[in-house]
């Protein structure tokens, strides 16, 4: 069974910075680097959207455009880890944020999430 477990969430004031990760583990014919790995966030009564997205060669990410030239992903398959560096945060941003791996044809994969709050 896959799982993905995120890290790196908590409190930061607007303007500040987080660097979330997501590594995938318990795999025997998972092969990270053939899934496209996603980042979404879902805020309080909102619907779960689509924040960042990169390829399994890593290139050509696409962002939501509410974050573009704030947020960075990125990968390293070598470590089974997705990054989303998030910098200039803003209020907005407070959210769940969960990681997900995609592969056309194949069952989803998703982490349980963690927490982002901005606020001052």
């Known amino acids: 069974q896959v799982q993905l477990v995120e890290s790196g969430g908590g409190l930061v004031q607007p303007g500040g910075s987080l660097r979330l990760s997501c590594v995938a583990s318990?795999?025997?014919?998972?092969?990270?680097?053939?899934?496209?790995m996603s980042w979404y966030r879902q805020a309080p009564g909102k619907e779960r959207i689509l924040v960042a997205a990169?390829?399994?060669?890593?290139?050509?990410?696409v962002y939501t455009e509410s974050v573009k030239g704030r947020f960075t992903i990125s990968r390293d398959n070598a470590k089974n880890t997705v990054y989303l560096q998030m910098n200039n945060l803003k209020t907005d941003d407070t959210a769940v944020y969960y990681c997900?791996?995609?592969?056309?044809?194949?069952?989803?994969?998703w982490g349980q999430g963690t927490q982002v709050t901005v606020s001052s």
């Open positions: 997900k791996a995609a592969n056309l044809g194949l069952p989803a994969y």
């Open positions: 318990g795999f025997t014919f998972f092969i990270f680097s053939k899934y496209v």
């Open positions: 990169i390829s399994g060669d890593g290139d050509s990410p």
